[in-house]
């Protein structure tokens, strides 16, 4: 849980900086955006003006003050730029000429842009014609008649257009920027929900782990009794026939040794059930598994020769880091299954390959074989197929193997018999 929540405020810290990112990089882009609307905006209103003043110019080039005209002028630029008011004011503000309707000074839907400008006294290229001398410019006719003083043209012209595209570049802010936090928030929440899975998953896990060992406990507890309940009784009855002197002199001795060999069961069975229900810590050392199988098959092919049957050692193993006797035991449990598996003339082959993963031991016998029954519970506690069998050997292996990091499983053979397979991890 203390991991859960140091994973969620991690992800929840790197949600928020980028969401915080995305928002910034978005109203960057917006508030650069508007600035060039605006400045677009400003420059389109000076063109305008420009255009403007610059047909008064022509206007008062080639022809003398005419108001109307003035006006004709001011009302064709106005309607072709789509503007609402333009006019032309003298320096104490009184209007000289205008076209359209200026807006109300709080209008707030309007733009307005000003230009002055100052038009000369005396026109030096007045085309006005001399009537005594036609065709010679008079370079001393007067002025249009506007005023000499300052001048000022005045544009105002609809802000909608430009409140609109702002309008819409807000807009796609918002809807860019929430996306973006919502893609993100869907992204962390959907990590949450997979490390919430996985942590209920693991749990889940080693609740059932913790149902397994207690399902094994009670197995192994059961088996426990009951093989030592037989042994028990046996000694008992031997030690009360000794307290009532009911055996003869020759018979004490025999009773003593079925005592011991009794005893000797009892003991064997709680180290198994120790070694099952504890696990323990390997004392690690590197030997050569190799070596230790040839000296176990040794051991074994004395016990087959009654029964006329073979073993054969084949392949290479070389060294590995393991508890040298719980290997030795895990080993000697699968060839003693083997072996009590066989008739006369049977074979076991214990075959050996290294590769960079790790070496594969293969103990495989053409014996009676597992019964199907019992192939899926082959390595429980007390699980076996053979009459006289504890089914403790194969439990035992299955439980040294993985306190090593090792694997262990069963394969039945085409030709009849058994396989048993042990992966040894590469050291």
């Known amino acids: 849980m203390a991991m859960l929540n140091k994973r969620f405020l991690a992800s929840l810290g790197s949600l928020i900086l980028a969401s915080g990112l995305v928002w910034l990089w978005q109203w960057v882009d917006y508030r650069s955006y508007v600035q060039a609307e605006r400045e677009a905006d400003h420059r389109y209103g000076n063109v305008i003006l420009a255009g403007a003043e610059g047909a008064l110019h022509r206007q008062c080039q080639f022809r003398g003050p005419d108001l109307e005209l003035l006006n004709n002028t001011l009302e064709d630029v106005r309607t072709r730029v789509g503007a609402t008011f333009i006019g032309i004011f003298r320096a104490d503000g009184n209007p000289y000429v205008t076209a359209g309707k200026a807006a109300d000074k709080f209008q707030c839907c309007v733009t307005s842009r000003t230009r002055k400008f100052r038009f000369p ?39 909608g257009r430009l409140e609109e595209r702002i309008a819409r570049a807000r807009f796609r802010f918002l809807v860019v920027s929430g996306a973006l936090t919502l893609a993100f928030s869907s992204l962390f929440l959907f990590y949450l929900s997979r490390l919430r899975s996985a942590d209920l998953r693991a749990e889940l896990a080693a609740t059932a782990e913790q149902i397994r060992s207690l399902e094994f406990l009670s197995r192994l507890g059961a088996g426990l009794a009951h093989e030592t309940k037989n042994p028990l009784g046996s000694v008992r009855g031997f030690a009360e026939l000794m307290l009532q002197k009911k055996l003869q002199e020759e018979d004490m001795r025999e009773a003593a040794t079925r005592i011991m060999d009794e005893t000797d069961r009892i003991v064997a069975r709680l180290d198994e059930f120790m070694l099952l229900s504890r696990p323990s810590r390997p004392s690690m050392a590197t030997f050569n598994l190799e070596e230790m199988l040839e000296d176990l098959t040794g051991l074994i092919r004395l016990e087959l020769a009654g029964k006329e049957a073979h073993l054969e050692l084949r392949g290479k193993a070389g060294q590995v880091s393991a508890d040298q006797e719980q290997v030795r035991r895990l080993f000697m449990n699968l060839l003693v299954n083997a072996s009590e598996s066989l008739d006369k003339g049977g074979r076991i082959d214990v075959v050996l390959h290294r590769d960079e993963t790790g070496i594969r031991v293969v103990v495989e016998d053409n014996g009676t074989g597992v019964p199907e029954e019992i192939r899926e519970t082959l390595f429980e506690p007390y699980v076996t197929g053979r009459p006289g069998g504890t089914g403790l050997g194969l439990a035992i292996a299955r439980r040294i193997a993985a306190e090593h990091g090792w694997a262990i499983r069963y394969e039945p053979r085409k030709e009849g018999g058994t396989r048993i397979i042990v992966e040894v991890a590469a050291t």
Not at 146 to 158: F, T, V
């Open 121 to 159: 006294a005396k026109r030096t290229n007045c085309t006005r014609m001399n009537g005594k001398n036609p065709g010679v410019s008079n370079h001393g006719c007067a002025g249009c008649g506007l005023p000499d003083s300052s001048l000022e043209i005045r544009l105002e012209y609809p802000a």
